[in-house]
């Protein structure tokens, strides 16, 4: 089946540290690739997007993704966690199949610690 | 800048009642989706419409729901007898045709009691 693997479910960091939240898609095709963030109690909101063009792509807020076909992954990242990151990250792609819906991982959520 | 809005933002209701519930996509947007998010869980492609009739529908959009876009710019998700379990998190989107991203919604806390 095609799908969308968030490889942990928790990711947990000390404020100034890197984070690193790990996708990976898996498809016949090579799918637009998208992460979004979920603050407590509020919408979705696009952090990023991989739509075929560079494969490194800079988001909103520091975070940033790269895109590898060889390994079929998408992590995010970055350099150093704020308080305001605590948030439940999703790796969304689309166009998988052709088809023009959403596929979304697990979720993972962030916490940052102090 | 342009956004998707959905009403209510919170909904209660008895199990056994018909709920509606409304979406106002990007004007400009050709495909438009709903998704749920169950508490604690992840989420859930429903059904996404496009040039006037459902173009793909998971497994959960049973007969009991059914979208409707019936004057060109609202797009309306129906439950015509909630269950408990229908007790979620719904989120409407909207994108343009090809590879973009889709907008979302604030989402409308549905609880069926």
């Known amino acids: 089946a095609q799908s969308v693997t968030q490889l942990d479910s928790h990711v947990s960091v000390s404020e100034g540290t890197p984070v690193l939240l790990r996708c990976n898609y898996s498809s016949s095709y090579s799918p637009s690739l998208f992460w979004y963030v979920q603050h407590p109690n509020k919408g979705l909101q696009l952090l990023l997007k991989y739509t075929s063009a560079a494969t490194l792509v800079k988001g909103i807020n520091g975070f940033e993704a790269e895109f590898k076909k060889s390994e079929t992954s998408f992590h995010l990242t970055k350099p150093s966690a704020h308080m305001s990151d605590a948030a439940e990250y999703f790796c969304v792609a689309k166009g998988i199949q052709g088809a023009q819906k959403l596929v979304f991982g697990q979720g993972t959520r962030l916490t940052i610690n102090p | ?113």
């Open chain 2, 1 to 113: 800048e342009p956004e998707v809005t959905q009403t209510p933002s919170h909904q209660v209701t008895q199990m056994g009642q018909e709920v509606i519930l409304r979406c106002v996509p990007i004007s400009n947007h050709l495909y438009f989706y709903w998704y749920r998010q169950i508490l604690g869980q992840k989420v859930e492609f429903l059904v996404s419409f496009y040039n006037n009739e459902i173009s793909e529908k998971s497994e959960i959009f049973d007969d009991q729901f059914s979208v409707e876009r019936p004057d060109g710019s609202n797009f309306t998700l129906k439950i015509r007898s909630t269950k408990l379990e229908d007790s979620a998190m719904y989120f409407c989107a909207s994108t343009r045709e090809g590879r973009t991203e889709a907008f979302f919604g604030q989402g409308t806390r549905l609880t069926v009691v």
